[in-house]
């Protein structure tokens, strides 16, 4: 099969520097979302028809072995796939989407499929407000041809039954129909849909297919459909995740822009935002307001609140937050403890480990059973380049110290709070470097003079 996806559309009503095409929807272009779905279908060529920004979505697709065709001028969807027929392999059928409708399911382009044979297909839904659509006209139950709203008599208007734009076609007649078509209508264009009349009177068999869901079928034309079909979008997200037995706070306050796998007895808060891919084993709870990408999290541990969480790898039983930062290049072993106002950085660190607050990991690798107190920072940056912080097991860093790296912590060493540690500590022993407290015996404070 071959795919034209069509894109070339401006997108006037999104007011927009950015093609309509690359707005996001669940934080990937509306035409990532098309491809993808396109992907899932065997399919032989795949051709994007574009036109305004036409650089800028060549380079915002990562998808491979995609053939582009420009459109120049917007003439019509019909002069649209006009450009893609060099693309198309003439022996295989060309199923037509629209790069703005992303909510497409590939189950529904299947049938479509199925139904069409070697004949034509069109996917068709009955809206009870049909305005703005063509309409499926048909006789005897059987569709004859497609009359766009805009040319469309009253009593054709009243039609409920309208045409998505999705169709299947085959290939060798597409073409010379394509070529036939005049811009003889009330928009001057190229109308893709007075295909189906010439397709009827050459004896083509049209067969019709329903999504499941008339949602699929809409397109983004505004800011505003963008939003509704991003809540449609996550609601079916919530909904399967319901289904396998996550806890959901509120189905209608969860957004997942990527991929979210969870083990069993899962729970999620409000407001959580997972981007990329994000694994939950079994009983991982995430706090309200939590933001996670491309996190691998194992069983029992719980994420508090306002957490933001990233490139990170989690063990089991930890507890990491409230307001906890773990950035890229984050290992956790089982049963740490990462407090508030902790930031952790490309650093590993040990089975039972604590740092409960106030405090900066960064380029670390802490052994097990650390103690870390409150306002402990690995000062991992000479302004030149970074340096590791070595902190053996058993390790207690008291209060309010800083380690000068490259820096190694002996197993078992203590450190004094209110410390610069400089050079490396031996084990089991207390290191502190602190100025020694003195008490001046005659001093008094100074006072105001009176007026
Ligand atoms: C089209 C259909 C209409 C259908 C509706 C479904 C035609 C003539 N009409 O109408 O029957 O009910 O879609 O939404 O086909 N595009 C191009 N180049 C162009 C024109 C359009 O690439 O010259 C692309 C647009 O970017 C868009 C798609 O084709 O992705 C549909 O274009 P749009 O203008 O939205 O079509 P409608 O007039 O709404
Ligand atoms: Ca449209």
Redesign the pocket.
Known sequence: MNIVI????QGKRMHSDLPKVLHQLAGRPLLAHVLQTASVLQCETTCV?Y?HGGEQVKAATSQSGISWAR?EL????G??VLQAIPCLAEHLPTLIL???VPLIRTETLLRLVAAAGDGMGILTVKLDDPT???RIVREADAITR?V?EKDASVAERALKE????VMLVPTMQLKSWLLRLTNDNSQG?Y???DIVAMAVAEGVRIADVQPADSWEIL?VNSRADLARLERLYQTQISESLLEKGVTLSDPARLDVRGRLICGRDCVIDVNCIFEGEVVLGNRVRVGANSVLRNVQIESGTCIEPFCHIEEARIGENCRVGPYARLRPGTYLAEEVHVGNFVEVKASKIGRGTKANHLSYVGDSDVGQNVNIGAGTITCNYDGASKHRTVIEDDVFIGSNTQLIAPIRIGKGATIGAGSTITADTPEYKLTLSRSRQVTIPDWSRPLKKKN
Do not use: F, K
Not at 6 to 9: D, E, K, N, T
Not at 74 to 77: C, D, M, N
Not at 162 to 165: D, F, L, R, S, V
């Open positions: 069509l894109a070339a559309g028809v036109g459109q917007q003439r019509g969807t002069h649209a629209y790069g703005d703005g659509y063509g497609i766009e309208i045409n998505t734009g264009e109308y893709l849909t397109g």
